[in-house]
């Protein structure tokens, strides 16, 4: 049974920072890819940033720029830097892994709010 824990999360004012980490239970490199995911209004998730196993990334137009995903093997963490946060970036956090096309798994998820 795969495991991902987030953790990271908090309050913090508009224009400021927070990392996310999502530690799992196993390599990271045994997934496809590891991203992190938030809800969208209407209850669904969508990603946030991507990055394969090779080391490619993907983020969302509404955050590139102000964030970016990184990883750390050996500790079998992926991390998520978050900069010139706005009040729309106030969600829940979900770290997800992937193993296409098999199925994936999916953290608890760990709370960011931003505050004006």
């Known amino acids: 049974q795969v495991q991902l824990v987030e953790s990271g999360g908090g309050l913090v004012q508009a224009g400021g920072s927070l990392r996310l980490s999502c530690v799992a239970s196993?390599?990271?490199?045994?997934?496809?890819?590891m991203g992190w995911y938030r809800q969208t209004p209407g209850g669904q998730r969508e990603l946030v940033a991507r990055i394969f196993k090779g080391g490619d990334t993907n983020v969302a137009v509404s955050v590139r720029g102000r964030f970016s995903i990184s990883r750390d093997n050996a500790k079998n963490t992926v991390y998520l830097q978050m900069n010139n946060l706005t009040t729309d970036d106030t969600n829940v956090y979900y770290c997800h892994g992937d193993r296409w096309p098999a199925a994936g798994y999916w953290g608890q998820g760990t709370q960011v709010t931003v505050s004006s």
């Open positions: 196993e390599s990271i490199l045994s997934f496809n890819a």
